[in-house]
């Protein structure tokens, strides 16, 4: 891709000689934003002052003896700028640079290197829109229907059953007709592997009606489909990131990488007739931060509350009173963030998606109860008050906005079509039993019967040289421990399996894991992605840190093959010679 530089940060010959060895912060007089600037001697390196995990402020870390770390202000994430590598978690992201250039007169300059916004390319100016012509419709949770002209596009549809194993449920009751209208919808987005936008129930569904439907992912290093056997899909498109798909004259997509999250996570613009409509859905950094501005559409998630951390989590600080502290604090966090992120874009209409959704399920009350959430009114009222131009909406399952109409009138009574009053908007029943239910039946699957799947499971997992020990706890639904469940320990330094643990100095986690989940997600060789954001699990850390290297490799770096189990059982059963 074509890229270019730009010059983020200049000091003259007098500012830049009176910088002493450490960590410096400095401003941007044009754009107020700021950079830190680390010098040793004669060297200097720089990067922005944005933390690579949710994009947080560095300050100084008091702590730094050494005067070479900075600390994180949103998760306590600490940066060493002498060599641009987290200490805290460790093993984790390496900070991008940026270039420092020495000028003739003494002073220097930061140099970012930016690629051409690709949607620049090949422009197209906006036609006029028909009343009619191009309708948004939302059906739940991420899934929103675009009719644009003559063709029908449809967003990451879970419409029916639980997402990350039976941890999350749709908030909204779907329109009736909604499996009708993915069934004959012209082609399918789905934005990244996450079972609350790839779901396995929806899609198994248009699998037995309509296999050969037109479905689109982005190029991700960690494929969106990886666990395609599930479903009998024939016509999945894997596209690069930045580049125009042409469906037809007037329509048009492109799908784009997050910055945080580029093995997995995605975004896309989809353009008619000139028209931008920009959907970021959960990215946390969408193409890196750099997204169109002044687009007619844009919508993203608004929510929180998506992470195991700190609700599966005891011991310690882990208080019931710290996690609604902490949870009230990146509610907050997130809702101005989002409102900035939608006042610096400039978009005509804003509509906040992708957060519908609840723990539902009875053993869940306490999860559902303390995890409470962003609401899209308070997010679109912050909105109205910095950037009281952009029309915001806020959709009910079933409601319609006619592009056409909102961009001649904004005000227009006629734009949106909202649900009849008698339209069930909140579920007020899910069929627990029957998704439960296939769950808990791996639990009787002949590979438990044999202790040695431990061993077997962990070497195909390939996780080790890690000074991590592991304490694996089979649970009921309440987390205690099952007399005739497993309860094993890993050593992930050398992929042992020791009865107690090791004499050495060594980092401890302790995960009670209900029954059922874990045993389907070892048997299917599932993401623990099932087991961590889908509440199933409860944590304690010894001591209290994030190992970010040990959850990266169990949430999105398993094998793409599940464990030969058929092979396993060969193994310990063998054939009998006759």
């Given amino acids: 891709m074509i890229s270019f530089n730009s010059v983020v940060l200049s000091l003259d010959a007098e500012a830049a000689s009176s910088l002493k060895d450490g960590v410096h912060f400095k401003k941007s007089a044009e754009d107020g934003k700021c950079y830190i600037i680390y010098k040793n001697g004669k060297s200097l390196r720089a990067c922005k002052n944005q933390c690579k995990h949710q994009g947080g402020l560095f300050i100084k870390d008091i702590e730094d003896l050494d005067g070479r770390t900075v600390k994180c202000t949103k998760h306590n994430w600490k940066l060493n700028v002498s060599t641009m590598k987290y200490v805290n978690p460790p093993d984790s992201f390496l900070q991008d640079e940026l270039e420092v250039e020495i000028l003739d007169n003494g002073g220097f300059q930061l140099v970012e290197l930016n690629p051409v916004d690709p949607w620049l390319t090949d422009p197209r100016e906006p036609l006029e829109l028909q009343e009619g012509e191009v309708k948004v419709t939302y059906l739940t949770h991420a899934c929103m229907e675009l009719q644009l002209g003559e063709l029908r596009f449809m967003f990451d549809p879970w419409l029916k059953g639980p997402a990350f194993a039976r941890g999350w449920w749709l908030l909204h009751e779907p329109p009736a007709d909604s499996l009708d209208r993915l069934c004959a919808a012209d082609l399918i987005y789905i934005s990244h592997m996450h079972s609350d936008h790839l779901s396995y129930p929806t899609l198994k569904v248009l699998s037995e009606r309509r296999p050969d439907v037109p479905i689109y992912v982005g190029d991700t290093s960690r494929p969106v489909f990886w666990l395609q056997s599930q479903v009998k899909l024939t016509n999945i498109n894997v596209v690069p990131f930045g580049v125009w798909q042409n469906i037809d004259e007037h329509l048009r997509f492109m799908i784009l990488m997050d910055g ?25 950094r969408p193409n890196g931060g750099r997204l169109p501005e002044k687009v007619d559409l844009m919508m993203s998630d608004f929510a929180g509350g998506a992470s195991g951390f700190p609700m599966t989590f005891y011991g310690g600080k882990y208080t019931d009173s710290w996690k ?60 109205t008050k910095h950037a009281p131009d952009i029309k915001t909406w806020t959709p009910k399952p079933g409601a319609v906005l006619d592009l056409g109409l909102a961009l ?21 029943s899910w069929d627990f039993d029957l998704y439960v239910d296939e769950l808990n039946s791996a639990i009787s699957s002949e590979i438990f019967k044999h202790q040695s799947w431990i061993q077997f499971y962990y070497t195909w997992a390939g996780f080790k040289h890690y000074n991590l020990v592991v304490r694996m706890i089979e649970s009921d639904d ?47 060789g599932c993401l623990w992605d099932d087991l961590y954001i889908g509440f199933q699990n409860r944590i304690s850390r010894d001591p209290d840190v994030y190992h970010h290297k040990f959850w990266n490799h169990f949430q999105t770096e398993l094998p793409l093959r599940g464990p030969d189990w058929d092979q396993f059982l060969q193994q310990v059963n063998p054939t009998p010679q006759r």
Avoid: W
């Fill in 260 to 284: 945080v999250h580029p093995e997995m996570d995605t975004c896309i613009i989809v353009e008619y007739k000139g028209h931008k409509i920009l959907n970021t859905v959960d990215c946390t």
């Fill in 478 to 524: 309440n987390f205690e421990p099952l007399t005739d469940g497993y309860d094993y320990l890993v050593d992930f330094l050398d992929l042992s399996f020791p009865p107690t643990r090791p004499d050495r100095e060594h980092s401890y986690v302790e995960i009670k894991n209900r029954i059922g989940v874990m045993r389907h997600v070892v048997l299917h």
């Fill in 408 to 428: 001649r009138d904004p005000m227009s009574s006629e734009a949106i079509i909202n649900p009849p009053a008698s339209a069930q908007i909140s579920k007020d």
């Fill in 324 to 383: 609604e502290q902490f949870i009230r604090n990146e509610r907050k966090k997130l809702l101005n963030y989002k409102a900035l992120l939608v006042k610096s874009l400039q978009p005509r209409i804003y509509c906040p998606f992708a957060g519908y959704f609840v723990e539902a399920h009875p053993s869940d009350r306490y999860i559902k109860e303390t995890n409470v959430k962003n609401s899209p009114e308070n997010l679109n009222a912050l909105i």
